[in-house]
Antibody, heavy 119, light 110 residues
């Protein structure tokens, strides 16, 4: 059974950085693409960016361009999302999601979510 | 930046049909995808490429997309359909292509 397993809950200080991992398991590869989406408390879904290891490509939402880095380690089938200069507005559940689209983005499988609290 | 507009809430009685709309400029020219999110859970893809269903999603879920409006239709609504529903597109512009989500619609089953 294919799963995306994310790292655990984090509590961060303002001004610090976060690094969330997403391991793909169960017989599939992350090569086609992993994206990151966050959801602030009581709010909707917000796309942050994605990586397509197969193409060596990354794409970041303009809002996070200066603060985010998404990487992938194909040897361990794990993707990472790092976000720096945290503020209270970064408090959210962070999801990784597998992209199955040949062009564009369609997220067919999601991680369980990682709660990050900045306080 | 591109905006997808969804009504905050829709209510429907069990067994009836729910229609959740997603408005955007020329959204009919894009592929629209829909996600269901139950409280405390991760989103689940229920319709992709306007009207296709992933395996495991009942035929009661269907989608359409034309002009400036995409629609997710849920027939014979059940209690378990109560959730937040989000539309999503991949928007390409000259400056910054990327994923856009609608604000979400909460479906309440009366």
């Amino acid at each position: 059974q294919v799963q995306l397993l994310q790292s655990g809950t984090e509590l961060k200080k303002p001004g610090s950085s976060m690094n969330v991992s997403c391991k793909v398991s169960g017989g599939t590869s992350l090569r086609k693409g992993i994206n990151w989406v966050r959801q602030a408390p009581g709010q909707g879904l917000e796309w942050m960016g994605g990586i397509i290891p197969l193409r060596g490509a990354r794409n970041y939402a303009q809002k996070f361009q200066d603060r985010i880095t998404i990487t992938a380690d194909e040897s361990t089938n794990t993707a990472y999302m790092a976000l720096i200069s945290l503020t209270s507005e970064d408090t959210a559940v962070y999801y990784c999601a597998r992209d199955i689209a040949a062009a564009g983005a369609v997220f067919d499988l999601w991680g369980q979510g990682t709660l990050v609290t900045v306080s | 930046s591109y905006v997808l507009t969804q009504a905050p809430s829709v209510s429907v009685a069990p067994g009836q049909t729910a229609r959740i709309t997603c408005g955007g400029e020329n959204v009919g020219l894009m592929s629209v995808h829909w996600y269901r999110q139950r409280p405390g859970q991760a989103p689940v893809l229920v319709v992709f490429d306007d009207s296709d269903r992933p395996s495991g999603i009942p035929e009661r879920f269907s989608g359409s997309n034309s002009g400036n409006t995409a629609t997710l239709t849920i027939s014979r609504v059940e209690d378990g359909d109560e959730a937040d529903y989000y539309c999503q597109v991949w928007h390409v512009d000259n400056v910054h292509p990327g994923v856009v989500f609608g604000g979400g619609t909460r479906l309440t089953v009366l």
